[in-house]
């Protein structure tokens, strides 16, 4: 309980802002410090990786922030894209933002918006 009071929450907080800044290699390094705490018997054997929790807080705030327009980050969200035919079912009707720099690429809401049109 203490190891998922204190170091879970260390690791989770504000995930959704710096995740997408974080290297591949940085990741991986995050996500074995619960690999070793489940080792060791400090978190319970069926604990979420770390990128599973990180992909569920994600997603949790993005669809908080699409549902509720007095959100703080509600401006943030693109503008909804209309479509005159309907072929599918989509994760989504936002607009896709323009391709700017990498950096524009890593921010929360672009990462979000663009993993939910892979799906």
Not at 7 to 28: N, Q
Not at 78 to 85: A, D, E, I, T, V
Request: proline share 8%; hydrophobic share 40%.
């Amino acid at each position: 309980t203490v190891t998922q009071a204190y170091i879970l929450s260390r690791l989770t907080y504000a995930c959704s802002a710096w995740w997408g800044f974080c290297s591949l290699g940085e990741r991986d390094q995050l996500a074995a410090v619960v690999t070793r705490l489940v080792k060791k018997n400090y978190l319970p054997p069926d604990q979420p990786t770390l990128h599973e929790m990180v992909a569920t807080a994600d997603n949790r705030l993005f669809h908080q922030i699409v549902a509720s327009p007095a959100h703080v980050l509600a401006p943030l969200i693109p503008p909804s894209k209309s479509h005159s035919y309907n072929l599918r079912k989509r994760p989504h009707d936002l607009q896709v933002p323009l391709y700017q720099t990498k950096i524009s690429d890593k921010n929360f809401i672009t990462r979000t918006i663009l993993k939910l049109n892979q799906t």
